[in-house]
């Protein structure tokens, strides 16, 4: 079933690839989502089988499945919106359809194999399609993010192999040559422990790029910058949880021997570097795409952290990185709006949202406080969570410093938000599109989830949700 | 024997490290291939003929003569400066390249090799630093091409190391490095050609904050 | 039935759905009604806990465990406070936002916010769980800083505003901090886990965890010096809503305090020096403040921290008496603070409408300005007067009460300790005697410049009374504050539940047995004095019958020609007190020229007053860490190379720690 | 009763300083009953009201009057109680004083007028700075005695030690002080000074007239008997009531005397210096205080 997807994937693609044309185009991505439901459906029936040997239906790969899908449905909606709205020729479009199917394609592909290498090449898949598509408006902007992001990328990608291969020779010392996930764990406790650090260390490194975590999340900035916008809500949402996903298969891998400490204050520590990078810049953006971007980095940081506070924090994690997913797609997605209304991202040249289109205002001031989890917002809750759990895992100061830090990341958004929805205009500030209303709705759909999963969750989810983390 | 290949692969390494024209870049580049091809030769000779023949061609065809061939093209293409304009003097480069070097040997020394691999890590772990050393301290994106490309030579080496047992992963190599190359030579042969002339990244620092 | 605490939310929902969908007008009614229904299903259950009932509670069904809204005592009495107060401001609301009636969509979302805001408030005060709680908090804080975002075109407001947020959300990290360490110490997060913290932590580790709510609850309350949002939201609120803020947000803070301190059984003297330190400095600091303001609201702002000293003079004192184990003391503290949040928040409330009322008039709040109102708005200036008297604590009106209470409780304790104790005491009387001299020095100033004398600038249309419906709750504001000044000791039957939780309850039921003989007395008094003022109206007016009356300029001393401009200005009146206290309040003058043909060189002064903790504690140390911070923007500086250079950087920096580990 | 006595001596004290003051400078002074006839006569005269004023103008002296009368009427005499007496009521005392001086200021402000905003500015800061000196000073009392209001403090304080008596000297001599800031005399205030810059008091009622007028002497009168009246009660031991109202008379002579000459041979101080005088008496109360807890031995 999962090959057939992946076939139908390929063959979609191509079909769109070769005919070229609009009709074809979003007929197909119609179709695809209809595969992505399926194959989600197939794998709640399917849990925890393994198919096609290199596969795995596990909790924590599901539950990003399912926000994944949700996210194509959202993604391919505000997509048609975009392709509509500059008029591209029909060449580019059927490409960004076939992309964007591959795209999404790999990214489950991430979610769900359950072998070293497999993962690692479906990373390098998304990594070609991501670079294809912040390629799509074509300008010199978009030219300099892309060559950016394919070159870091692929040393990225090139690091977190050497850590595979670091891999192979440890495990292959106890002359296992298997590397799926479960031998890996299962050799770890007698591998030399050097050898896992090293493994680990690369690994963290050459991911980072896909996360948008430090030390390589400088390139993610720049491609949020000159995506169009539901691509800029599918990479810092989908694709960061796929980064997170392979991080996290490796960790929980490698954590049988005992490297787990020294796992843990690496990840600290970087998270810690994220939270203050994107603090520092928060405070100083001047492009709405760009302050995405960096609350991304900011979340990032968090999760990395509190995937070091390990144990019961986890639940909070895989909580926080969900909510943030919700949030942050659904603020990318009204980035695109945004830039409708007013052409342009700058900060400084937007005035008066409120004045001129009030509901579309509350929504956005809402995204950004929601975003800096602030309550009503779930994310709140899983902030909270994370929190507690350091504070029992000893880390105070740390949490301290963090707090300090988020508390500028508020102030940021905060002010950044009144300048945009609430300011005096000064000068006359020109507005274009009309706001539809249904490219508001779908939004507020998202905020009410978001609410509802923080404060109120279902059983079954919280549930499943401590599952994963097992 | 082996050895000596290996020895004379991280003599390109400082020779690359101190190399002013750009040509002589592609000229180690183009080495490196053969010697790497010789190294694969003398390792992999029990794999499957399949896999040898693969990773052959790909040492031969590929590293030694595409991709020298592409840049000496591309030099050509945009009459790129010859100079390898480097941030930090040769000098210190070779002393920080020899650093790179031992540093790989002291790492090797607490992973319990056995002795031949431990040359082979060693050799192949300098080459990766090295390759990102020379992407640091170059101006120019032909340049760091290049860099990538010893950063590559330096992966398949570590990759060989583990090959006779694991081949999976040394196609995976070979995957990653066509992959690479192509999405290069894709935005070279279409855009930055022509978008940008002189190909130095001080233009294409237009994204910060 | 009507005491399952869900049902205020009534009131929010139909506030949120509904309002959206109406014309601004019939808008602000709805959101009025919304707020009545909170009123009554809030009240209803604390007027049957106030009187006597026991506790009411609703079981909270939540994905994180069960909790309750609990509805006691001392809930109860805040919940009486912050209703009145709230359904006065959003009667007040509809006549003052009338004025806007081009501004459709900020009304609508103002109406619809202040439900919210209403319930909000009165949550905080039923959570006992520190999780909810604190989220209830944050809701109430986001509300009220988009209801502040109303007056938005007035230049300043948006700074003000991120300013309070800002420091909201840093008194929530201290809260949250506050939380995890009593999750930490005592695995539980509510309030009533305070209690056991002391014997499973030690005083030590109880003290922290108390200091880090104070600070918490602190910048809430406004404390000394943690009260730098406070005199910049409440100007730029619109004024119904800085009539609520000033009477009940900072309020509650001072309910969170007080249940803290009704919960720590342990070190209760450390704590009550603690909060009367904070308490008597913000009062002394509050007022001198407000003596040299020129901008009325803000003015009005920093009494507002004053009078959160008296009521902290009062906590203190009680926490003390609870320490030493003398009820009296302890029955004296918190009664007067009680009855001071009540007090402050009506006659506070009462001032900020009536400079409402001004601002609207005139458009401006600045005293140098205004001059001569009394004459055009009779009643506000009545009220204001009302107000005045009220907060300068004079009999009769209801301020004397709670500060006699707080007075007499400190006499009693003169005598009752040994020496520090007797001393520091003594110099709390003479502070809180100080204190009330200021008021006075700062409420004439305010009065006499606002409403008296003749008009000191032109405007270009001319100042008008208010309408019915601004004056209706000021009225009844008035009503109550003279009510509570003629009869205190119903007002005390009032506070004997919420005095139980605090008090032992046999000691509370002999102390008010004595001491509402003494509140009749004064209010006798005041039923005396009101005799003596008509008799000798009556004699004047036989007096005056065939006499004549006339009318004339005022008296210039000899001097024929006088104009407004000659004046008392308010600085001046100030001046005397500003060149006493030089160090402490900073008024920096700077000098403008004017262009005109004169003899020399002439300036025109204006003249600015400074705060200066804000300066030296928050402005200063805030500027410098983002300079600081400003330092670390070298990251993203386009170069590929040195984004490459991090990681690099960062694996062998990896890699040589882990040599030097070995 | 009470009332009536201090009525009385308030009537006849200014007359007795007048008295004092001018065979001090060897003049034949006017009549003791001088002030009083001038009161009736101004209650009698009509009245000029300025235009800027409004109703506080008219109200204020009234009030401020009924505020003194009613905070005399918690003083006991000796041995005839207060009209009433409850605990902490001398802080009802002064904080009725405060209501009139408050009334007396905004009445000044009234009028629009530089002189009298210059009077009520000074009016304000004196009792903000004096206020503080009254409390502390009954505090010790209270530290001393262990009673909370004026009629056990005296009854105390009268069958008390030698030590009593002293603490009652330097309470009188307060309060002494104390008079002279809030009825504005000399040294503080000159009543006599022919310029309103250097006024005080008198500034404020610059253009009061007729009724209020005698109004505002009355109240001015009231206060010094008032005060007079609180430091006669330290030394009104247990006699029987005549002999105890010549004491009290005697007394409220000795006081009037003593703030004649007290005019007579003093001059202003500098507007400058009044504030420092004022904080004087708050650390003598200070003073006193410490003295208690000395002999207390706490």
Not at chain 1, 86 to 111: K, W
Not at chain 1, 398 to 417: D, G, H, P, Q, Y
Not at chain 2, 185 to 195: A, E
Not at chain 3, 69 to 75: E, F, I, P, V
Request: aromatic share 14%.
């Amino acid at each position: 079933m999962l090959g057939l997807y992946f076939i139908l994937a390929l063959v979609v693609a191509a079909l769109i690839f070769l005919v070229r044309k609009r009709f074809v185009a979003y007929a197909s991505l119609i179709v695809f989502l209809a595969a992505q439901t399926l194959i989600n459906i197939y794998a709640f029936i399917h849990l925890g089988e393994r198919e096609l040997e290199y596969f795995r239906f596990d909790h924590a790969g599901l539950i990003f499945l399912s926000i994944l899908t949700l996210l194509s449905y959202y993604t391919v909606y505000y997509s048609f919106i975009y392709l509509k709205r500059n008029q591209d020729n029909p060449f580019r479009t059927s490409i960004y359809c076939a992309v964007l199917i591959m795209l999404i394609a790999s990214v489950t592909g991430v979610y769900l194999s359950e072998h070293a290498g497999l993962l690692w090449v479906f990373v390098e898949a998304t990594t070609l399609c991501v670079s294809l598509l912040i390629y799509h408006e074509r300008n010199a902007l978009s030219l300099e993010a892309t060559w950016k992001y394919v070159f870091i990328c692929s040393i990225g990608i090139a690091l977190a192999f050497v850590g595979i291969i670091f891999l192979g020779m440890a495990v292959q010392t106890n002359g296992v040559y298997d590397l799926s996930f479960s031998s890996i764990s299962a050799q770890a406790a007698t591998a030399n422990p050097f050898w896992m650090k090293m493994v680990f260390l690369f690994i963290l490194v050459g991911f980072s790029t896909k996360m948008g975590l430090f030390p390589l999340q400088t390139i993610k900035v720049d491609a949020l910058t000159v995506a169009p916008s539901p691509v800029g809500a599918f990479i810092s949402t989908a694709l960061m949880n796929a980064g997170f996903v392979a991080l996290y298969r490796f960790y929980h891998a490698l954590s049988a021997a005992d490297i787990v400490e020294w796992m843990n204050n690496l990840l600290m520590w970087t998270g810690m570097l994220s939270v203050m990078i994107a603090a520092v810049y928060m405070m100083f953006a001047g492009n709405l795409k760009r302050l995405g971007a960096y609350s991304g980095l900011e979340h990032v940081g968090l999760v990395a952290i509190g995937l070091s506070a390990g144990g019961p924090v986890l639940y909070a994690v895989f909580l926080h990185l969900i909510l943030h997913s919700l949030v942050k797609s659904g603020l990318f997605y009204h980035l695109g709006t945004v830039f409708h209304h007013f052409r342009t991202y700058k900060i400084n040249s937007i005035k008066d949202y409120f004045g001129k289109a009030p509901g579309a205002a509350l929504i956005f001031l809402m995204l950004l406080l929601f975003l800096g989890g602030i309550p009503p917002s779930g994310i709140f809750v899983s902030e909270f969570l994370i929190f507690k759990g350091l504070f029992n895992a000893g880390h105070i100061w740390e949490m301290a410093l963090l707090l300090v830090l988020l508390t500028f990341i508020i102030f940021a958004f905060t002010r950044n938000a009144l300048n945009i929805v609430f300011s005096e205009e000064k000068a006359r500030v020109e507005t274009y599109g009309k706001i539809k209303y249904y490219e508001l709705l779908p939004i507020i759909l998202l905020l009410i989830a978001v609410v509802w999963l923080g404060y109120f969750p279902p059983h079954a989810f919280s549930v499943f949700l401590s599952q994963c983390i097992m | 024997m082996e050895t000596i290949l290996l020895t004379v692969f991280s003599f390109t390494l400082l020779f690359i490290g101190i190399a002013n024209r750009l040509n002589t870049f592609i000229r180690m580049l183009a080495l490196q291939g053969v010697l790497l091809f010789g190294i694969t030769f003398l390792k992999l000779n029990e794999i499957s003929w399949f896999n040898l023949t693969m990773i052959l061609l790909e040492t031969i065809i590929f590293k030694s003569i595409a991709i020298p061939w592409f840049l000496s093209y591309i030099l050509h293409k945009n009459k790129i400066v010859r100079e390898t304009e480097p941030f930090v003097s040769y000098f210190w480069s070779l002393i920080i390249i020899t650093g790179f070097i031992i540093l790989s040997y002291i790492i090797s020394g607490y992973l319990g090799l056995d002795k031949n691999t431990k040359a082979d890590f060693t050799v192949a772990f300098a080459s990766l630093l090295t390759g990102i050393y020379i992407i640091i301290t170059r101006k120019k994106i032909i340049t760091h091409m290049m860099g990538y490309m010893i950063l590559e030579n330096g992966v398949f080496l570590l990759s060989l190391t583990i090959g006779a047992h694991q081949p999976m992963l040394v196609n995976m190599g070979i995957l990653l490095d066509i992959f690479v190359s192509v999405l290069v030579l894709g935005l070279f042969l279409n855009r930055i050609g022509n978008t940008f002339e002189e190909m130095s990244i001080d233009n294409l620092s237009n994204l910060k904050d | 039935m009507p005491e399952n605490l869900i049902f205020p939310l009534i009131g929010v929902v139909c506030a949120l759905l509904a309002v959206p969908f109406f014309r601004p007008r019939p808008a602000g009614w709805m959101s009025f009604f919304s707020s009545v229904v909170i009123a009554v299903f809030s009240v209803i259950p604390a007027v049957m806990v106030l009187s006597g009932g026991d506790i009411v509670s609703t079981p909270l069904h939540t994905a994180f465990g069960e909790y309750q809204l609990r509805l006691d005592a001392l809930s109860a009495w805040f919940i009486i406070i912050i209703n009145i107060i709230s359904l006065a401001g959003s009667f007040y609301g509809q006549e003052y936002l009338g004025h806007y009636p081009d501004r459709k969509a900020d009304l609508k979302v103002h109406y619809a916010l202040l439900p919210v805001f209403h319930a909000s408030m009165i949550y905080v005060t039923l959570l006992n769980d520190l999780f909810l709680f604190i989220v209830v908090w944050e809701i109430m804080s986001l509300s009220s800083f988009l209801l502040i975002l109303f007056e938005r075109k007035k230049e300043g407001t948006l700074k003000a505003a991120t300013n309070y947020f800002i420091q909201m959300h840093v008194s929530v990290v201290f809260l949250l901090i506050g939380t995890f360490y009593l999750f930490f110490l005592t695995g539980g997060t509510s309030f009533t886990d305070l209690a056991a913290l002391p014997q499973q932590a030690g005083a030590t580790n109880s003290l922290f965890v108390f200091l880090l709510f104070f600070i918490g609850f602190g910048i809430k309350s406004g404390f000394i010096p943690f009260h730098t949002w406070l005199p910049h939201a409440h100007p730029a609120a619109p004024s119904h809503l800085s009539g609520i803020m000033s009477g009940v947000i900072i309020k509650v803070g001072i309910y969170g305090i007080l249940r803290v301190v009704i919960q720590s059984p342990a070190n209760m003297i450390t704590i009550g020096w603690v909060i009367m330190i904070f308490a008597v400095c913000s009062g002394l600091y509050g007022v001198m403040l407000a003596i040299i303001q020129h901008n009325l609201k803000k003015l009005l702002a920093y009494h507002s921290i004053e009078n959160i000293g008296i009521i902290g003079i009062g906590i203190g004192m009680g926490t003390l008496g609870m320490g030493y184990g003398n009820t009296v003391l302890a029955f004296m503290g918190f009664a007067g603070a009680l009855l001071h949040t009540l007090n402050h928040s009506l006659f506070k409330s009462l001032l900020f409408f009536s400079a409402g009322n001004v601002y609207q008039a005139t458009g401006t709040v600045n005293i140098e300005q205004l001059g001569g109102l009394g004459k055009k708005m009779p009643y506000t200036s009545a009220f204001f007067l009302i107000g005045a008297i009220a907060i300068c604590g004079l009999p009769p009106l209801n301020g004397f009460i709670s500060e006699f209470i707080i007075f007499s409780g400190l006499f009693k304790a003169i005598h009752l300790f040994g020496l520090s104790e007797s001393f520091s005491f003594v110099l709390v009387i003479a502070a809180l005697a100080l204190i009330g001299g200021l008021a006075i020095l700062c409420f004439t100033k305010a009065f006499g410049i606002v409403f008296q004398g003749s008009p000191r600038k032109q405007f270009q249309k001319e100042p008008v009374e208010a309408g019915w419906v601004k004056r209706a709750p000021m009225l009844v504001i008035t009503v109550l504050i003279v009510a509570i000044g003629f009869f205190p000791s119903l007002i005390m039957k009032v506070m004997e539940q919420p005095l139980n939780m605090m008090v032992p309850v046999a000691d509370v039921q002999n102390v008010m047995s004595g001491f509402t003989s003494t509140l009749s007395g004064i209010s006798l008094m005041s039923g005396i004095f009101l005799g003596i003022i008509l008799l000798v109206f009556i004699i004047r007016k036989l007096a005056q019958r065939k006499v004549v009356i006339a009318k004339s300029e005022t008296w210039g001393c000899g001097y024929v020609a006088p104009n407004p401009r000659m004046q008392y200005t308010a600085s001046s009146f100030a001046r005397t007190f500003r060149k006493l206290f030089q160090p402490l309040v900073s008024v920096e003058k700077d000098k403008i020229d004017i262009e005109a043909v004169f003899p020399k060189k002439v300036y025109s002064y204006e003249s600015h007053s400074h705060d200066r903790i804000e300066d030296k504690l928050i402005s200063g140390p805030l500027e410098k860490v983002v300079k600081f911070l400003g330092r670390f923007r070298i990251f993203q500086n386009g170069q590929t190379q040195s984004y490459l250079m991090y990681a690099f950087l960062f694996i062998i920096i990896v890699l040589v720690l882990e040599f030097f580990k070995k | 009763m009470n009332v009536l006595l201090i009525i009385i001596i308030a009537l006849l004290f200014p007359g007795l300083i007048n008295i004092i003051r001018s065979l001090l400078s060897g003049r034949k002074g006017p009549g003791l009953l001088q002030p009083l006839k001038d009161m009736i006569r101004l209650f009698r005269k009509g009245s000029v009201y300025s235009n800027t004023t409004g109703f506080i103008f008219r109200i204020a002296p009234t009030i401020s009057f009924a505020a003194i009368i009613s905070a005399s009427l918690v003083l006991p005499i000796g041995p005839w109680k207060a009209l009433i007496s409850f605990d902490g009521d001398f802080v009802f005392f002064i904080y009725m004083l405060g209501l009139g001086r408050f009334m007396a200021i905004v009445a000044a402000m009234d009028t629009g007028s530089s002189f009298e905003g210059m009077g009520a500015s000074r009016e304000a800061h004196y009792g903000m700075l004096a206020e503080p000196a009254f409390l502390i000073l009954f505090g010790s009392l209270v530290l001393f005695t262990g009673h909370y209001s004026f009629a056990d403090i005296f009854t105390t304080m009268r069958n008390g030690t030698g030590f009593a008596y002293g603490i009652g000297f330097m309470a009188a001599f307060l309060i002494f002080l104390f008079t002279l800031v809030e009825t504005s005399r000399l040294p503080v205030d000159d009543p006599r000074t022919h310029l309103e810059l250097t006024m005080v008091h008198e500034v404020m009622i610059l253009d009061n007239s007729g009724f209020d007028l005698g109004l505002i002497l009355l109240s001015n009168a009231l206060k010094f008997a008032v005060f007079g009246t609180v430091i006669a009660d330290f030394f009104l031991f247990e006699a029987s009531a005549w002999v105890a109202i010549a004491i009290f008379v005697g007394i409220q002579a000795g006081f009037a005397v003593l703030v004649g000459f007290v005019e007579s041979f003093m001059a202003r101080f500098r507007m400058t210096h009044n504030p420092q005088f004022i904080l004087s008496l708050t650390s003598l109360a200070f003073l006193i205080f410490v003295g208690i807890l000395l002999f207390l031995e706490k």
